[in-house]
């Protein structure tokens, strides 16, 4: 744990709140890259050569395709108690993106002069979710990135998830796929999952869209297949940041950076505020409630990067979260409405002392796949838009063609292209 001042520290905060680069970067991309281009040359036979290496032994090319009944026993064997409330989230998550579509519509604006202009917003038509395995189930990451297709129409959407070594993917993953009426689901995982369903295989079709987080190989594997296929982001480690006045619960803070933290032992935590009672207030319940989880290990080690900084001022450490731009923020101040327009960079902004980022990584309703490592400065959350593509619609008749046709040749002449100019005065002058 880092604990600073801003008053006496603040370089070594700034230091202290950038982004962390894995040192393996370059060995981990040509890592992915190799795989990739494997997937590519051999498809199907690699995937289960790849599956065989890091996953499950019994991996080939005839059973990387989960069988339905399977997903169908999931469903059924579910808890009673837990399938309601993967039915509640999966309704939640439904009625945000349902909104949120209803304002990415195809539209048209007609002018005076014999023109008309628009966007044709029209979903994909294949989608690939990512859904990680490891050490923790995530069936909210099913939920969280496949109802948001689904919202947008898409038609054809696969699932991919790493096996664990016996062949199985995780039960409650398929329990979500099946709530979902996803058929296609596949227990590959890694960079060879991203590389099949961006190229496909004789199994597994090639999708027009990835989404869903992955470890570092899986950012690696998206990062190089981007432009052959649309990615949803490059999400990493998971993030919290909290900016908290005088007023606000020590408990909650605290719960909310090990709940945050508690993902892996990269995940980060931070909290900013202006009372050095309540830091050390923190400090306390952190080392308190940190006794009383299961994860240890990874709070152990999650728990040496956390930072914990006093500001000279709530407006300062706005400008700090702003410097990191957090994947999730959360506000628990007095009047956090008053403080929200003053925030410029988050993944999401959680409003109060009692609105949990576990609230919106489960149950509220917008995605929780979210930009990380300062990339919400310029990215935005996984939705309903990252399975649209618009595309713009002209249509001008003579006269309209003909009143700019001398404009439209003097921008091409000025750049160099006859062509183009030839091509607008020939409409002009026959």
Request: include cysteine.
């Amino acid at each position: 744990m880092q604990v600073f001042s801003t008053e006496t520290q603040i370089e070594s905060v700034r230091a202290a709140i950038r982004p962390v680069n894995d040192e393996n970067t370059a060995q981990i991309e040509s890592s992915a890259r190799s795989i990739i281009d494997t997937v590519r040359q051999h498809g199907d036979d690699a995937v289960a050569e790849y599956t065989r290496k890091f996953d499950w032994t019994g991996a080939s090319p005839t059973n990387l395709k989960v069988e339905s009944d399977m997903i169908r026993a999931a469903r059924a064997g579910l808890d009673r108690e837990l399938g309601k409330v993967f039915s509640k989230c999966g309704k939640n998550i439904r009625d945000f993106h349902n909104s949120e579509r209803r304002h990415l519509q195809t539209w048209s604006l007609s002018g005076t002069d014999g023109s008309s202009l628009g966007q044709i917003v029209r979903p994909v038509a294949s989608a690939g979710i990512y859904t990680p395995g490891g050490k923790a189930a995530y069936p909210s990451t099913v939920l969280m990135a496949a109802i948001p297709a689904i919202v947008a129409g898409v038609k054809n959407i696969v699932l991919c998830s790493p096996p664990d070594s016996s062949g199985s993917i995780s039960p409650l993953v398929a329990a979500a796929a099946a709530d979902l009426n996803i058929n296609e689901v596949f227990r590959i995982g890694g960079a060879q999952a991203i590389a099949a369903l961006a190229y496909g295989t004789k199994s597994l079709p090639k999708v027009d869209v990835i989404a869903g987080p992955g470890n570092s190989y899986v950012n690696a594997a998206k990062r190089i297949v981007s432009g052959d296929v649309g990615i949803d982001m490059l999400a990493g480690p998971s993030e919290v940041c909290i900016i908290a006045d005088g007023g606000a619960n020590a408990a909650f803070a605290a719960a909310d950076l090990l709940a945050q933290t508690e993902h892996g032992p990269d995940n980060r935590g931070f909290l900013f505020s202006p009372s050095k009672k309540f830091v050390d207030d923190v400090i306390t319940e952190l080392e308190r409630q940190r006794e009383q989880l299961s994860r240890q290990d990874i709070l152990a080690k999650s728990g040496e990067s956390l930072v914990l900084v006093v500001t000279e001022s709530l407006e300062e450490a706005i400008e700090l979260s702003n410097l990191l731009a957090p994947e999730h923020l959360e506000l628990q101040v007095r009047e956090p409405l008053s403080v929200l327009p003053l925030i410029e960079n988050a993944g999401a902004i959680l409003l109060g002392d009692y609105t949990s980022a576990p609230i919106g990584d489960y149950f509220a309703g917008p995605s929780h796949t979210l930009p990380t490592a300062g990339a919400a400065r310029f990215s935005s959350p996984l939705s309903v838009s990252t399975f649209l593509k618009r595309t713009s619609v002209l249509y001008f008749n003579e006269e309209a063609a003909l009143a700019c046709a001398d404009d439209v040749a003097l921008m091409a002449e000025a750049e160099g292209f006859d062509g183009h100019a030839a091509a607008a005065r020939v409409r002009k002058n026959g």
